[in-house]
């Protein structure tokens, strides 16, 4: 096993709305050496760092909107999220919970502040993460997955800390999730101190946002709060250790190596399908959501 090393450490970008409730960083695709090809499956990744939205009576929010050929993955640090899609799928997003949300075919959905933690506002802090689908499944019939924090597997790490899997493997442990690509998504949660090691395949591309604390990558490469690590597609090790408690969201998977053609919210294979999306979005076809 040889270590897989540190390719680039990623600051977060300015930040902007998406909607007036998430003030996002947008790390994927937009940040350097962090375009869909690069991190295919991963092709969306905007951070609301912690922020302090005001109480407010009109939960702030992104209303009605499209997506298809893909998943949309959010997880809610702090704060809660009041979800709804065509699909019937919806539901509260609420701390330490994860929605991964299977858009596929096509669905409408509206993401807002959840009604009551609006009412008191407070500190937010979210990720939104967007998986390609392979072609085949692209079409496939939109499904919802509510994974609350209490159904994620936890890797117990000793005076380490811990891992809480989502999605994947860790050691000999499985997250809830099904994914249509092999997929480890986690939040490592370390103390002080604490340390643990990773093992993923070489080809996957792989990363990790650091969402609370400090840490040191491999013993030599310090990344703060807020800061993306991405890894070579070299060498399948390596280990993290923070030093002070720290939360690190960590991502590996397989590239599906098929052409990406995103257009807004739609991402398929060829612009063909692209013309198709809008159309059968502007015929009703994505079904109806008030
Ligand atoms: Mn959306």
């Known amino acids: 096993m040889a270590t897989k090393k540190v390719e680039i450490v990623v600051q977060p970008r300015p930040a902007h709305f998406v909607g007036d409730g998430f003030r996002v960083h947008n790390f994927i695709p937009s940040g350097p050496r962090l375009d869909m090809k690069r ?4 092709i969306m990744l905007d951070y609301n760092s912690k922020f302090n939205f005001g109480p407010t009576s009109t ?9 298809r050929g893909f998943e949309t993955v959010t997880i809610a640090y702090q704060g809660k999220v009041e979800h709804h899609d065509s699909a019937g799928g919806g539901g509260v997003i609420g701390e330490g919970d994860v929605q991964w949300m299977t858009a596929a075919s096509g669905v409408l959905h509206k993401e807002f502040h959840e009604t009551n933690w609006a009412k008191e506002g ?36 000793g005076e380490n800390g811990f891992i809480e899997l989502i999605a994947g493997n860790y050691q000999d442990q499985k997250g809830p999730a099904t994914t249509f690509s092999p997929v480890h998504l986690m939040n490592a949660k370390l103390k002080s101190g604490g340390k643990a090691e990773f093992d993923f395949p070489a080809n996957f591309n792989t990363g990790a ?18 800061n993306f690590v991405l890894f070579e ?3 399948e090790t390596f280990t993290i250790e923070a030093t002070e408690d720290s939360v690190i969201l960590i991502l590996s998977g397989e590239p599906i190596n098929e052409p990406i053609f995103p ?14 999306a809008f159309d059968d979005y502007n015929n009703g076809k994505f079904g109806y959501l008030e």
């Not at 991190?39 to 991963?42: H, I, K």
């Not at 993460?129 to 117990?156: G, H, R």
């Not at 650091?210 to 310090?222: C, D, S, W, Y």
């Not at 257009?263 to 198709?276: D, K």
């Open 59 to 67: 939960p702030r929010g992104v209303g009605v909107h499209p997506h």
């Open 209 to 226: 946002l650091v969402i609370e604390g400090n840490i040191v990558v491999n013993g030599e490469e310090k990344v703060p709060t807020d």
């Open 263 to 276: 257009h807004g919210p739609f991402v398929m294979n060829t612009r063909e399908e692209i013309i198709q």
């Open 233 to 235: 597609n070299q060498g």
């Open 39 to 42: 991190m295919d499956p991963f």
């Open 122 to 157: 407070g500190i937010f802090q979210m990720v939104q993460l967007w998986v390609n689908l392979p072609a085949k499944d692209k079409m496939s019939k939109p499904q919802y997955q509510a994974i609350a924090n209490s159904d994620m597997a936890n890797v117990d790490l």
